[in-house]
């Protein structure tokens, strides 16, 4: 039986008895303040889906109970297994409850009380509890790859070899040791990778195991090449080019680094694959000088520009000690915004970056935030709950995130939904 088979049937097995614990009338409500939640297999929790969730509880009930099994951390009694987002949203309904002083009624409603998670209690061990665990996450839609790698190191670390990861995730040696590569890499070296590397990797840009380590394999050897990678890979998403074969592209320019170094050179090579890929800043780019298309470090979009030569090009190393962007002739609000993100995400403030772009994309991007601010002030005068409403209203009606460019959106919004002042240094500081 194969891994995925495997874990089907794991979790199939305690959905049974989920569903057996519900139907005989066993599932109970538990305070919230007893359950212990440990780091689960995702890393990343979506603040707009904790918010929906708690919102359809609030109209309707928990659906689904939450598994539990006994703690062996006390003060804690149980330990969640599954349900760690019914876990969160019961924890914003509590808040709200909180905040609105809302009648001690709702303590005792009968299919939803305020500080209870419905659940059912399981007594597993460690190992069923991981590996219904490790099934759950992959029957995610969004199953991010590097969930799993962070995962696989947190259990080689707890049970010390190999062989017990594999038997534990079902996988085999390989599988193992490249998502333990992955994980040591992203968590120990963070700074060797490139930056716009990173945030491929933390934007789940590819579900294939060898395409990820592979990236790393060549930041390893080519920073230089494999951020020039990571831009063109960012561009044909961008762009939705369904001829760019991502796969392809990381593979074949990993084995012409390989090639070059083993000749004699430095790695650093703009490969054929890239060189003579077209993109939408073709023609642009014919009129742009040189020198703007290297070195490539970052993830800002400068949009990558093609090179048309049939034969690799070699990449100057980067003698700049800053990693602010200068902005290009024609630089999009789009990549404006990624630029700002990225300096945001890397030095903890984008005021360096925003300085650095012309006088006309300044005013480009606050006429933006301006709409967005009076967006987020008109929210508040349609909503009773003032700030808590107005993030919901943002989320839904501007699609806007929290881990990436469009964090500048949310912050404009915001300023205007708390009735603040808006000015550049209140949204990229």
């Known amino acids: 039986m194969n891994s995925d088979l495997k874990s089907q049937s794991i979790n199939t097995d305690l959905k049974k008895q989920a569903t057996k614990l519900v139907e005989e009338g066993l599932s109970f409500f538990a305070d919230l303040g007893d359950i212990q939640v440990k780091p689960q297999i995702r890393r990343r929790f979506r603040p707009e889906k904790v918010l929906e969730l708690a919102k359809d509880i609030d109209t309707s009930r928990q659906l689904e109970p939450a598994i539990l099994r006994r703690s062996k951390e006390p003060p804690f009694t149980y330990e969640l297994i599954s349900g760690e987002y019914r876990k969160r949203a019961q924890d914003l309904r509590k808040q709200w409850w909180i905040k609105r002083g809302a009648p001690a009624a709702d303590l005792t409603d009968p299919d939803k009380p305020i500080g209870k998670l419905w659940a059912v209690f ?7 509890a991981r590996r219904y665990q490790i099934s759950e996450n992959r029957r995610r839609v969004d199953v991010d790859l590097l969930d799993d790698a962070f995962a696989v190191l947190e259990d080689y670390e707890r049970l010390g070899t190999l062989d017990a990861v594999m038997d534990l995730w079902q996988e085999n040696r390989a599988w193992v040791s490249k998502n333990l590569n992955i994980a040591r890499r992203l968590r120990d070296t963070p700074a060797s990778i490139p930056s716009n590397v990173t945030v491929l990797l933390e934007d789940n840009f590819s579900k294939d195991l060898n395409v990820v380590y592979q990236l790393l394999g060549l930041s390893e050897l080519s920073p230089d090449t494999a951020a020039a990678v990571a831009t063109a890979v ?15 592209v990381v593979s074949d320019t990993l084995r012409e680094v390989k090639a070059d170094i083993k000749a004699g050179g430095d790695g650093k090579i703009l490969p054929r694959a890239i060189a003579t890929k077209p993109t939408r800043q073709a023609q642009a780019a014919q009129e742009w000088p040189k020198d703007l298309l290297t070195p490539l470090p970052t993830r800002i979009a400068q949009e990558a520009v093609p090179i048309q030569a049939k034969e690799a090009v070699r990449l100057p190393t980067s003698t700049s000690g800053s990693d602010t962007a200068a902005a290009r002739p024609g630089m999009s609000e789009q990549a404006a915004l990624r630029a700002l993100f990225l300096a945001l995400k890397t030095r903890g403030t984008a005021a ?7 006088p006309e994309l300044q005013q480009a991007l606050m006429d933006r935030w301006q709409g967005l601010w009076q967006r987020g002030s008109t929210a508040v005068g349609r909503s009773p709950d003032s700030a808590m409403d107005s993030i919901a209203n943002g989320f839904q009606l501007g699609g806007f995130s929290t881990d990436n460019e469009k964090w500048f959106d949310f912050r404009s919004f915001m300023l205007g939904a708390l009735n603040a002042p808006l000015s550049a240094d209140k949204i990229i500081q």
């Open 122 to 128: 399981l007594d597993v061990d460690d190992v069923t």
């Open 234 to 248: 960012s561009t044909a998403m961008e762009t939705h080019d369904d001829s760019f074969k991502v796969r392809d």
């Open 352 to 358: 360096d970056q925003f300085s650095a772009f012309d």
